[in-house]
């Protein structure tokens, strides 16, 4: 069985996302909110809440998770599994290269 091909892309300065906070971006047909933690690490995951459409750019954060603005589930940024609920977001690899955010779907 092969693994599906990802593909890097470059959404912007890693400025433009405020320590503590996320921000969503569309690539391609995907929503993805990035967040840049307290300790400037970054975190990557799908923008739309599963539960009702919650947008996850605006989520309380801390290191490990994040809380959706709308119904308080919580989702992990290790595996994108929700803490209090049956479902999950997925999650994806991101890190800066040149001062750019860069996302690996």
Known sequence: MSTPETTSH????????????????????????????????????EAVCPHAGGPLADALV????????????????VDGSCLNGDFAVRVYPVREEGGEVVVDI
């Open 10 to 45: 470059r959404l912007g300065p890693v400025d433009a996302i405020p320590v503590g906070e996320g921000r969503g971006f569309a690539v391609g047909d995907e929503q993805i909110a990035v967040f840049r933690l307290r300790d400037r690490a970054l975190r990557a995951m």
């Open 62 to 77: 801390d290191d490990a998770k994040i809380v959706c603005p709308m119904h308080n589930h919580t989702f992990s940024f």
